[in-house]
């Protein structure tokens, strides 16, 4: 049991792939213009992660290992797809703010990263927990990416105005200039309290 | 040779299932997808037509109003709103190419008499923050009471009627510019014909 709850914990910080793994810059970077969109991108990429994750590994041993990308790639766009289909059916709002990002989901590196480096190589029960906690992982870090560029960008959160009417938003936060740079804070963030985690 | 077989069995059982899963998803969310787009039109309708009985997002009037630049009939939908059977205006989508970061589409309503009463900018890549300032009911009301004879239609900047914000000068002008276009169209189109056509 414990082993589960590692494998689901080690994503959220340990190896947290967009804070430690620096992976899926690309969704992390262009929807986390607000709070909402890199909430709703986190938890999309994470339902494909997790059910990409559990397919691979139920396929592991029949999969043959030279056509294992193409078939982890068919797997992966299939889940994007069906994912693209349901928001786009049943939450058109979060469709139309994150637009092309989700059919792109099958493009973030986490994903096939996962399946090819430890879906294929463990068991179902174990995948899912991977891909669980990767995904929330990565959720996290994008939903606080996407706070602070939304706080400092436009003065509010989830939608909710923050400041008076005299605050002026820093309107490169929300630009693909302050993207680059609220992640490398974060990113120096980060490294400086496992530094200081490692000293003690 | 049993390795080849092994490996076209297994792609293709792959594609199989994801082919299957993918007709099935598709087939659940056709509807509702639909269903949102028409409900986002009529929304839309309603904000830039005068008052209507009827569902201008059903009544019609698909018109050829150019070519496009390989020589194809360029087609206009013209959304008719009626009170019983007098035609009290009509909607219609107008391109502008020159936004500062491409096609910006405005959603343009006219009474009977071509006065606008309501525009609504449906689809565009401008800048946030700028750009899509102007995506507001604020702005979309400078433009009501307007035609081609009472006023300028272009950004104060152009010599025209329309303010605009310091430093977003492109898209407003693109904008303004594809309402203009579109109520000269739909001269061309309507004339400024009362009764119904």
Known sequence: MSRLIGEFSKGLWKENPLLVFVLGLCPALAVSSTAANGLGMGLASTFVLTSSNLVVSACRKVIPANVRIPAFIVIVATFVTVTDLVVQAFFPALSKSLGIFIPLIVANCIILGRAESFASKNSVVMAGMDGLGMGFGFTVALTVLAAIREILGSGTLFGSVLFGENYQPMLTMVLAPGAFIALGILLAIMNKINAMKKAK | ?197
Do not use: C
Request: charged content about 30%; proline content about 3%; cysteine-free.
């Open chain 2, 1 to 197: 040779m049993r390795d080849l077989a092994n490996l076209v069995i297994t792609m293709v059982v792959i594609a199989a299932l994801s082919a299957l899963a993918l007709a099935q998803i598709n087939e659940m969310t056709k509807g509702p997808i639909a269903e949102n787009k028409k409900r986002e039109l009529v929304a839309a309708l309603k904000d830039v037509l005068p008052p209507f009985d009827n569902d201008p997002s059903a009544e019609i009037k698909e018109v050829v109003t150019g070519k496009d630049k390989k020589g194809k009939d360029v087609k206009t939908v013209f959304y008719l709103a009626k009170q019983g059977d007098q035609l009290t205006g009509t909607a219609f989508r107008s391109l502008n190419r020159e936004g500062y970061a491409g096609d910006i589409w405005v959603l343009v309503g006219v009474d009977a008499t071509g006065t606008i009463s309501g525009i609504k900018i449906v689809d565009h890549k401008e800048t946030p923050g700028l750009g899509d300032k102007y995506t507001k009911q604020s702005w979309y009301d400078l433009f009501k009471g307007k035609n081609l004879d009472n006023a300028r239609i272009a950004v104060k900047k152009d010599g025209g009627d329309i303010d605009y914000v310091t430093g977003a000068t492109i898209t407003a002008r693109a904008a303004a510019t594809a309402v203009k276009d579109g109520l000269e169209s739909f001269r061309k189109e309507f004339g400024n014909v009362q009764t119904d056509r």
